[in-house]
């Protein structure tokens, strides 16, 4: 399996690259079960971090990333956007995503106690990758549609046209990649 070799936050890891069509590969970034890499990352990011009051991402690869910082940063509590509606979850608010790694049109949801506790406050969007940004648009309609203010949105890493944008703070560039593996963006 062909690999990209990359440092995040001090922590080197060698990414597995996965085909997304014939002419597009992309640097697996698993931040899942990996300890040493998510607290680094969670510790660079808040020291990038605006002030804010609650931090949200979306199901499933960056809860690790939302949970470290929240712990690292002292938080009480923060958000989780679900790909499915739990049983517990009344008054649900809702918002559709296209992401690149999955097929087909998702929706991510919020409880309603979320958003009630969102509305007013200044919302962090956090995820482990941006790179369409569709998750983060569908983010940021769920924080919007609560009445929260995003005060920032941020990823460990910035991947294709993600890297070009002015509104996210991240930490390191994921280039895009051919079938032989060569950087292609």
């Known amino acids: 399996m062909m690999t990209y070799p990359m440092t995040v936050a001090g922590v080197k890891r060698d990414l597995p690259l996965c085909k997304v069509n014939d002419e597009l590969y992309i640097g697996a970034f698993v931040i899942f079960g990996?300890?040493?890499?998510?607290?680094?990352?969670?510790?660079?990011?808040?020291?990038?971090?605006?002030?804010?009051?609650y931090l949200i991402?979306?199901?499933?690869?960056g809860i690790p990333l939302a949970y470290?910082?929240?712990r690292q940063h002292g938080d009480k509590k923060w958000m989780l956007a679900r790909k499915g509606v739990k049983l517990y979850m009344q008054d649900v608010v809702h918002a559709e995503v296209r992401s690149i790694t999955t097929a087909g049109v998702q929706r991510l949801?919020?409880?309603g106690a979320d958003a009630a506790l969102m509305k007013g406050k200044r919302i962090l969007v956090v995820d482990d990758v941006i790179s369409t940004g569709e998750s983060l648009k569908a983010l940021e309609t769920l924080v919007e549609t609560a009445g929260g203010n995003i005060v920032g949105r941020m990823a460990i890493l910035a991947e294709?046209?993600?890297q070009d944008r002015k509104d996210l703070i991240y930490l390191e560039k994921l280039p895009l990649f051919n079938a032989k593996g060569e950087i292609i963006g």
Do not use: H, R
């Open 160 to 162: 294709g046209d993600a």
């Open 68 to 70: 470290e910082m929240a």
């Open 109 to 111: 949801y919020i409880d």
């Open 57 to 61: 991402t979306a199901e499933s690869k």
């Open 34 to 53: 990996d300890c040493e890499l998510t607290e680094a990352c969670a510790k660079a990011l808040l020291e990038k971090a605006p002030a804010y009051d």
